[in-house]
């Protein structure tokens, strides 16, 4: 029995291998992927076929011949099924949906306020139904809904604890919502900060492991092990905007002082730029003095808070959240602000702007389902 199980399972790691080498390559012959994921052509050749008659997996046309016989590529079915993210804020929906890889094929930003009632839920609900038909999809292609708020969720994903930013507990309609109402198959909830890290994780470009700090309205992030992100032992893990930063500082929105939060929120600039993250940053390139000193100072606690995270981890710190989406061009400055508090030499740059700018949050919640389904092959 042990052996047969152990047979089932190098199978189903196979079919997972081969298809993730798939996606990563966008096609490859069987020759070349046995290569790659040091297989026998024979192993490969049966997934292949199998992946093609279950739609996921096409044949891409002849390539050519090196000298022997030519050899037939293969790519990944992207569309043939996506996922669905949901940005919930106070004041916003983002709507995204991702194909197979994780790219975003659609993604659409509607102004909606939200409201703890069952008259949102039922608007949402028409909301993303709309976006899915407009996007030609139907319920049968989308492998589930992730949804996104800022706030703390329950380590099943199932529902929302607590959320500062929306003004909810535990009781909030949101949590009344189904995948029926949607039209999906399946409904899980984030954290944002967390999706937003998921996309991340996702790009294939982040370290395997590092600390990520979102720098949205309100401050988050999440540490990253072997592609992992550490949940905490109660789903907390990564609350940095509640980092003790400046003793008796400022007043945080949780009520306490000194926390990074109001050092750190994305409103100390877009505050000083009629809300717009891009005017502030377009004032910043002219030489407006005020905003020079506004971002002179986010940037000295930034430098801080990324000290105090390396110092204890001795992890890399990607940036990202609305404000991260914009540092990359300053990247050399925090560099050396961080620099000057680092008591040790580094061997390499530790510091990185996150890769995926656009509605990060959506995207990575929607990819939950995408990782989970590619595991599941």
Do not use: W
């Amino acid at each position: 029995m042990s052996s047969r199980l152990n047979s089932v399972e190098v199978k189903r790691r196979n079919r997972i291998n081969v298809f993730s080498g798939l996606l990563d390559t966008s096609h490859a012959t069987k020759p070349e992927l046995a290569a790659q994921l040091r297989l026998s052509i024979p192993t490969v050749g049966v997934i292949c076929d199998e992946l093609v008659r279950e739609g996921l997996v096409r044949e891409a046309g002849m390539q050519p011949s090196g000298g022997g016989r030519p050899a037939m590529a293969y790519e990944p079915c992207l569309d043939r099924f996506n996922a669905l993210g949901i940005d919930i804020t106070r004041n916003h929906i983002y709507l995204a949906l991702t194909d197979l890889k994780g790219k975003l094929i659609a993604g659409e930003r509607q102004r909606f306020l939200f409201e703890d009632t069952p008259k949102y839920i039922r608007e949402l609900s028409e909301k993303v139904r709309s976006f899915l038909f407009q996007n030609h999809k139907k319920s049968d292609q989308i492998l589930g809904a992730g949804i996104s708020v800022a706030g703390i969720v329950s380590l099943q994903q199932d529902r929302v604890l607590y959320s500062h930013v929306l003004n909810v507990g535990e009781e909030t309609i949101l949590n009344s919502l189904t995948a029926s109402d949607l039209g999906v198959c399946a409904v899980k909830f984030f954290n944002d900060a967390t999706a937003g890290c998921m996309a991340e994780c996702y790009s294939h470009h982040a370290p395997d492991s590092f600390v990520f700090v979102s720098l949205s309205n309100s401050v988050g992030g999440a540490t990253v092990i072997n592609n992992r992100i550490l949940p905490g032992k109660s789903g907390r893990g990564g609350e940095l905007g509640h980092m003790l930063i400046v003793p008796d500082g400022r007043k945080c929105y949780c009520g306490k002082c000194g926390h990074y939060d109001p050092y750190g929120s994305a409103l100390l600039l877009t505050g000083k730029a009629d809300g717009s993250m891009q005017a502030f940053f377009d004032g910043l390139r002219d030489g407006d003095e005020e905003k020079t000193g506004v971002f002179d100072e986010y940037l000295h606690y930034l430098a801080m808070m990324i000290h105090n995270l390396h110092i204890t981890t001795d992890l890399p710190v990607v940036l990202g959240g609305y404000v991260g989406s914009y540092l990359k061009p300053y990247l050399p400055k925090i560099r050396e602000l961080v620099s000057e508090m680092n008591i040790f030499e580094e061997d390499e740059e530790f510091i990185f702007s996150c890769e995926y700018n656009v509605e990060a949050s959506a995207v990575g919640a929607a990819s939950y389902f995408t990782k989970t389904f590619i595991e599941s092959l």
